[in-house]
């Protein structure tokens, strides 16, 4: 092997364990951190099966994010749907033909409309570049980190569409190396200059992504005001540390 596909190969695993140990602490955090207060967003639904729907169309259809700015709407909702379809075309290179999960990768939606998702997300990423750019009360509030995760997205997305579209690689190749990783029977990973650039930022955004605002698709529902239900006039709200005092002050008593 090479001594390139071995430095990427050892990137790899370790972007992996960054990947997962970083995302499964950050939603433990989530999970110890105390609710005191009910706080669901108004209107707010009445039982937890309403709460079950309303994060269902928060996560599918950003409800509150189309009352709130629609042109902020069009572009991140582009961008979600067109990463979706991208990742589930990228499974290809990770899935092998006899896979049970075969059947979806190959579906014809998926590869067909999988080509161009990269246009659709780079349009939906310089439409929410755009935004903190150009529109005041969001340019005050964004910070360096903003600007950067964005541009990293986008180079990662031109770049992906440059290999599909000018510069091609081995594709062959290139599935041997990852399917390599996951069966540590490593291969050489093709050397073309626009291969390395895109992959290079892919390992960027592993290493920072459990530290990022990126993070927020767990948050969501851990999110007080998504995930409550509104019935503070029914039933007394008591956050489990609460619940833990009141019972040792009734030993006490």
């Not at 990427?8 to 939603?27: D, E, P």
């Not at 961008?79 to 075309?89: G, K, Q």
């Not at 390992?203 to 920072?208: A, H, T």
């Not at 998504?226 to 956050?239: A, C, W």
């Amino acid at each position: 092997m090479t001594a390139l596909s071995v430095l990427y190969a050892l990137l790899f695993y370790a972007a992996i364990a960054v990947l997962i140990g970083g995302i499964t602490n950050k939603v433990l955090q989530y999970k110890r951190v105390p609710a005191p207060l009910k706080i669901p967003v108004t209107p707010a639904p009445l039982t937890k099966s309403g709460v079950a729907w309303r994060l269902t169309t928060e996560v599918v259809l950003f409800n509150s994010l189309f009352r709130s700015s629609k042109w902020t709407w069009i572009f991140g909702w582009m961008f979600h749907v067109a990463l979706l379809l991208a990742f589930f075309r990228h499974l290809r290179y990770v899935v092998s033909p006899d896979s049970f999960l075969w059947p979806l990768v190959s579906l014809q939606v998926v590869q067909s409309f999988g080509k161009y998702a990269g246009f659709a997300m780079v349009i939906g990423l310089i439409g929410l570049l755009g935004r903190r750019i150009f529109v005041d009360r969001v340019r005050y509030i964004s910070s360096p980190s903003d600007y950067l995760m964005l541009l990293l997205i986008l180079g990662i997305a031109v770049s992906g569409l440059l290999m599909n579209y000018v510069a091609h690689t081995d594709i062959v190749q290139l599935k041997a190396f990852i399917m390599g990783l996951f069966l540590l029977d490593w291969q050489n990973l093709p050397a073309d200059a626009v291969l390395l650039v895109h992959l290079t930022l892919v390992l960027i955004l592993s290493f920072v992504f459990p530290i990022s605002k990126l993070l927020h698709a767990p948050g969501m529902f851990f999110s007080p005001t998504r995930n409550q239900v509104d019935n503070p006039r029914e039933v007394r709200h008591l956050s489990p540390w609460g619940a833990e005092i009141e019972a040792k002050d009734g030993r006490n008593a």
